[in-house]
């Protein structure tokens, strides 16, 4: 539970800034209040994913060089750490095609699932957390999952579909990461002083 709190309290300490940011590119770049809400919701999910999987902040950022690189050994012993990885991608998956047509394609969503997940896995080599080759198979059939529960759901909903372009999603990945490795611990610092 403490966990959940303290991912929770990291994930809306960097809203605090990138939320203000998001709306000043609505300004900007993106030109449409529709299409910064559905960025600002993916932008927090990022987040999420971010603090759950205890990617490196520039406060406790040390190399550990821990690697697991065969695959679905141990699995079977951690069957809920697999499943949970498994519905961390799934809004990956989801929204990829969701926000941006150039996602409308399994290829396109997979390749960029896996860098996402390669990249949270190449970070974490400068954590305590170990990187492992069943994450990176649990995160991609999450994604795959993701893929199809948007292709379900847009047979319906096709004018749901939000018109982005695939370099406003690299601009908000890359504000979380920023935002996430160097800011969030910040105010994360500040936020526990004033409450504990």
Request: hydrophobic share 55%; glycine share 6%; charged share 15%.
């Amino acid at each position: 539970m403490q966990r959940i709190i303290i991912t929770a309290m990291e994930a809306f300490a960097g809203a605090i800034i990138y939320l203000p940011v998001l709306f000043w590119l609505n300004l900007v770049v993106f030109h449409g209040a529709k299409k910064t809400v559905a960025y600002s919701v993916f932008a927090f999910y990022l987040a999420s994913v971010y603090a759950i999987t205890g990617i490196p902040t520039v406060c406790d950022c040390e190399f550990d060089g821990f690697v697991y690189l065969v695959p679905f050994v141990g699995m079977a012993y951690d069957m809920l750490n697999s499943l949970l990885n498994v519905v961390l991608f799934v809004p990956l998956g989801f929204f990829l095609p969701f926000l941006c047509d150039r996602f409308g394609k399994l290829k396109s969503t997979l390749l960029c699932g896996f860098s996402a997940t390669f990249f949270v896995e190449a970070l974490q080599l400068f954590t305590y957390r170990k990187t492992d080759i069943n994450d990176i198979i649990t995160n991609m059939l999450g994604t795959f999952i993701g893929f199809l529960i948007f292709k379900l759901i847009s047979r319906k909903y096709h004018d749901a579909r939000i018109q982005g372009k695939g370099h406003e999603l690299l601009i908000i990945s890359a504000l979380i990461f920023v935002v996430m490795f160097f800011v969030q611990p910040l105010v994360v610092g500040v936020a526990k002083e004033i409450i504990w």
